[in-house]
């Protein structure tokens, strides 16, 4: 199983940037894949996830309305489309993956991130003022 996460770099407040994350191994007809970010000096924190299987999308109240999850079925692959872009989202994003039994119990009742299966390494966003 690998997740490789792409698309991180720098942007202006206000700006947009597209995360991608590759998975291999994993179906996402089965598996929910999360994205997460950590600050310096933050615990790592779910923004969003979807699945497939369920039909469901879900967004922190802190990008709700500025980011968009999706999938690409045939490249098996899940996106987050960043817009309006604060300097406080500058933070590492990580993908995850596992059943939708346990991303929504360490999302929604914010239970330990390590919790999860299968993660990818992470990239980079910094969003200037």
């Known amino acids: 199983v690998q997740l490789v996460e792409s698309g991180g770099g720098s942007a202006q407040a206000g700006g947009s940037l597209r995360l991608s994350c590759a998975i291999s191994g994993l179906s996402l007809d089965t598996y929910t894949v999360a994205w997460f970010r950590q600050a310096p000096g933050k615990e790592r924190e779910g923004i969003s996830y979807i699945s497939r299987r369920e039909n469901v999308t879900h967004y922190a109240q802190a990008v709700k309305d500025r980011f968009t999850i999706s999938t690409d079925n045939a490249k098996n692959t899940v996106y987050l489309q960043m817009n309006s872009l604060k300097p406080e989202d500058t933070a590492v994003y990580y993908c995850?993956?596992?059943?939708?039994?346990?991303?929504?119990?360490?999302?929604?009742?914010?239970?330990?991130?390590?919790?999860?299966?299968?993660w990818g390494k992470g990239t980079l966003v910094t969003v200037s003022s």
């Open positions: 995850a993956a596992d059943l939708a039994v346990k991303v929504v119990t360490v999302i929604l009742l914010q239970r330990g991130p390590d919790n999860l299966d299968y």
